[in-house]
């Protein structure tokens, strides 16, 4: 089983609906992070969680919110989806000891809006 | 603004063949820098992480280099497989705060038999 499980792996949706990415990690590991990737450009950081009650935003958090359920769990919406916020998507996880990078990626959430 | 560019964008070898990837970053204060490995459909792997001390560090048939002092880093494939095709990415950290992360976007490399 994959350490860090996201879910769904591909969605197709319409613009204004609100959309939930979900990710699950059994690495233990306290830090989780989400991450976009549009073709020809570098991952950007869209939220960090450090642990259950310390969420933060990163630099591309507008149009995005987040809830870290759990340790284990950490979830991403779209309140209201817009096309340009077709990408692929990551989920990732750390511990405190490594420091702020994420370690472990998920394999993905390939998301169209159309 | 920090920036991290890699060079080339894309690649093609042949099967067996060695080939470098380069790396040039406008990261500063510099913590350390990272390759990971990004196999199509898959999340990033990490290859290796290297901190300002230190110039060269391996893993298994890659070679990561670091000259901090030109702020430029290499990673180094020998005697390529076909399993090495996939995209190459640089991130660089910060030394302050909460060591924000500047992501390349990448090096394609395609291994041909």
């Known amino acids: 089983d994959a350490d860090v499980t996201q879910t769904p792996r591909n969605r197709i949706t319409k613009t204004g609906k609100r959309i939930m990415l979900e990710c699950s990690q059994t690495?233990?590991?306290?830090?989780m992070y989400w991450y976009r990737q549009d073709p020809g450009l570098g991952l950007r950081l869209i939220y960090y969680?450090?642990?259950?009650?310390?969420?933060n935003k990163g630099e591309i958090s507008d149009g995005y919110s987040v809830s870290r359920q759990a340790q284990a769990k950490f979830s991403l919406s779209l309140e209201s989806a817009i096309p340009n916020q077709t990408a692929l998507y990551f989920c990732?996880?750390?511990?405190?000891?490594?420091?702020?990078?994420?370690?472990?990626f998920g394999d993905g959430t390939r998301l169209s809006i159309l | 603004k920090n920036q991290v560019e890699q060079s080339p964008q894309s690649l093609i070898i042949l099967e067996g063949k060695n080939c470098t990837l380069q790396?040039?970053?406008?990261?500063?204060?510099?913590?350390?820098l990272r390759w990971y490995k990004q196999d199509t459909g898959r999340g990033p792997v990490s290859l290796t992480i290297?901190?300002?001390?230190?110039n060269t560090k391996s893993n298994g048939r890659y070679t990561a280099t670091l000259d901090a002092d030109t702020k430029q880093s290499s990673l180094h494939i020998t005697a390529s497989q076909l399993s090495d095709s996939a995209s190459y990415i640089c991130?660089?950290?910060?030394?302050?705060?909460?060591?924000?992360?500047?992501f390349g976007s990448g090096t394609r490399l395609q291994v041909q038999p």
């Open positions: 790396c040039n970053y406008t990261v500063s204060p510099f913590s350390n």
């Open positions: 990732a996880t750390s511990d405190s000891r490594s420091g702020y990078q994420p370690q472990h």
């Open positions: 690495k233990g590991h306290d830090r």
């Open positions: 290297m901190t300002f001390s230190e």
């Open positions: 969680s450090f642990d259950v009650k310390d969420i």
């Open positions: 991130v660089v950290s910060e030394s302050t705060g909460r060591r924000a992360l500047t």
